[in-house]
């Protein structure tokens, strides 16, 4: 199945999924620039506070629009470039949190590969509005399979690839990150590999995001996570200054 994204999919999905944050970031504007000319502070004030304000509510918007719409983020050229469509695996699990854009994409890029889909969404654990929102208009891969972040049920080394694309985040204690990943190690291949897409909370994020950008980990962070968890190496590429691929094997 061939999956036709529309233009600008990607930052139209932003905006719905985090309306809420602009809406509020709107009030609050107004109601900032209603008690600045209260006060009678000097107009250049105003467009200070205008422009900041904006900056981080546009911002956000711009750098998704280039990540998700116009990189090549969901035409997958990035594989090529780790060599993995270079292999033939046999088994492919791809776990998502929720909000599932890759699962069809990913089949198409490994047709002969037994693809198993999992959703690790926990409506207690995982709260925030953006991911409820995002579930209701998700498509549904076949025999998509929730589980628990900790248990994964499939046998020990199964599996040739593990995908973890823009998902593994929504996972917010380091505990449970752990564990999470344990079991993407039980799973894996001994030459097997786990790829992971995440912004991260870095620079460049904090100039695309800016408070936001707290909603990501840090490359150090996620290092400590794979290695706790076993995995012997853990190999970083960029994918835009705004995405790491991590690339770690058992």
């Not at 409506?123 to 209701?136: C, D, G, M, N």
């Not at 998509?144 to 998902?167: C, G, H, R, Y």
């Not at 985040?169 to 344990?182: S, Y």
Request: aromatic letters at 16%; hydrophobic letters at 45%.
């Amino acid at each position: 199945m061939e999956i036709k994204r529309r233009k600008f999919q990607g930052v139209l999905n932003i905006l719905s999924f985090n309306r809420h944050f602009y809406v509020i970031g709107l009030i609050v504007l107004a109601i900032t620039l209603s008690g600045l000319m209260f006060f009678e502070v000097p107009v250049f004030w105003n467009w200070i506070v205008a422009a900041a304000f904006l900056y981080g509510l546009i911002m956000p918007l711009v750098v998704s629009a280039y990540v998700y719409d116009f990189s090549g983020y969901y035409d997958f050229k990035w594989l090529k470039k780790l060599h993995l469509t270079d292999q033939t695996p046999e088994q492919i699990v791809n776990i998502n949190a929720g909000f599932d854009e890759t699962s069809f994409i990913l089949k198409n890029n490994f047709p002969e590969a037994s693809l198993k889909v999992f959703d690790f969404y926990n409506a207690k654990q995982h709260t925030e509005p953006a991911i409820v929102r995002a579930r209701k208009v998700s498509m549904l891969y076949p025999d998509t399979s929730q589980i628990k972040s900790e248990e994964i049920p499939l046998v020990n080394q199964s599996v040739d690839l593990i995908f973890l694309l823009s998902a593994a985040h929504e996972i917010r204690t380091h505990k449970e990150k752990v564990a999470f990943l344990k079991e993407c190690h039980r799973i894996c291949k001994p030459n097997g590999k786990v790829i992971t897409v995440e912004h991260l909370r870095d620079i460049p994020n904090f100039f695309a995001f800016t408070i936001g950008f707290t909603h990501f980990f840090s490359r150090k962070a996620w290092e400590k996570a794979y290695k706790e968890a076993g995995f012997s190496s853990f190999e970083e590429s960029k994918f835009t200054p705004f995405m790491s691929i991590f690339n770690c094997r058992p």
